[in-house]
């Protein structure tokens, strides 16, 4: 059983376009994450919910928008999508999100943007 | 401003031998560092874990040394398996942010060859 799920695993798509990525976990956490990793391999955090609240809200373009509809699923909507998206999107998830817990990490979702 | 790094893209090792992975930080105020391991394809996976209270912490073939003054880790893998072979992340909690907001180095890529 995966723990932390991520689809679709590759994504291509136009310029302009609207799509979106599912995460779920299956490990009874209560906060998830977006990561995102760039063409230079930096994994950068974008959001973070716990229990379906936004608590971590980095510099991201409002294009991007996490949708939690419960505690076990984060998705990450992208819309107009732009060449520089072109990236590979982690989902993450942990206990409660405190400061030293373990986070674990989906296969991640690559998007490639045309 | 990239407050975590790692200066090395690539280590090649043989197979038995000593592998040694560095991470440098400018920010004297993390102080829990992670060490993250990555294959092809899959998201990152939790390795080892140093509080800054420590300057040693073992785990099995995993070694994580901690040099507070240099501002300096280092990640050792004793000894080497071909299974090792992989993408290394350091990271660190961002301080006085109460959250599992982790900044990443780049990653080095570890090749154990047989």
């Known amino acids: 059983d995966t723990a932390v799920s991520q689809t679709p695993k590759y994504l291509v798509t136009q310029m302009g376009n609207d799509k979106s990525i599912k995460c779920e976990q299956n490990l009874g956490h209560d906060t998830m994450y977006w990561y995102k990793q760039d063409s230079k391999k930096f994994l950068k955090i974008m959001f973070s919910?716990?229990?379906?609240?936004?608590?971590i809200n980095e510099t991201v373009p409002n294009r991007f928008s996490p949708k939690s509809p419960d505690k076990a699923h984060l998705n990450l909507h992208i819309n107009s999508l732009e060449l520089g998206d072109s990236a590979v999107y982690f989902c993450?998830?942990?206990?409660?999100?405190?400061?030293?817990?373990?986070?674990?990490f989906g296969p991640g979702t690559r998007l490639l943007v045309l | 401003d990239q407050q975590v790094k790692q200066n090395s893209p690539s280590l090649s090792v043989q197979e038995g031998r000593i592998s040694i992975l560095n991470c440098d930080y400018t920010?004297?105020?993390?102080?829990?560092f992670l060490w993250y391991k990555k294959y092809p394809a899959e998201g990152p996976t939790f390795l080892i874990s140093?509080?800054?209270?420590?300057d040693k912490n073992e785990d099995g073939r995993f070694t994580v040394f901690l040099n507070k003054s240099a501002k300096h880790l280092s990640l050792h893998i004793v000894p080497s398996q071909p299974g090792d072979s992989a993408v290394y992340f350091c990271a660190a909690p961002r301080p006085s942010s109460n959250t599992g907001k982790l900044i990443f180095g780049q990653g080095t890529t570890l090749q154990v060859k047989p």
């Open positions: 993450a998830s942990s206990g409660t999100g405190g400061y030293q817990e373990t986070q674990y």
């Open positions: 919910y716990n229990n379906k609240e936004l608590i």
């Open positions: 920010n004297s105020m993390f102080d829990y």
């Open positions: 140093i509080s800054s209270i420590k």
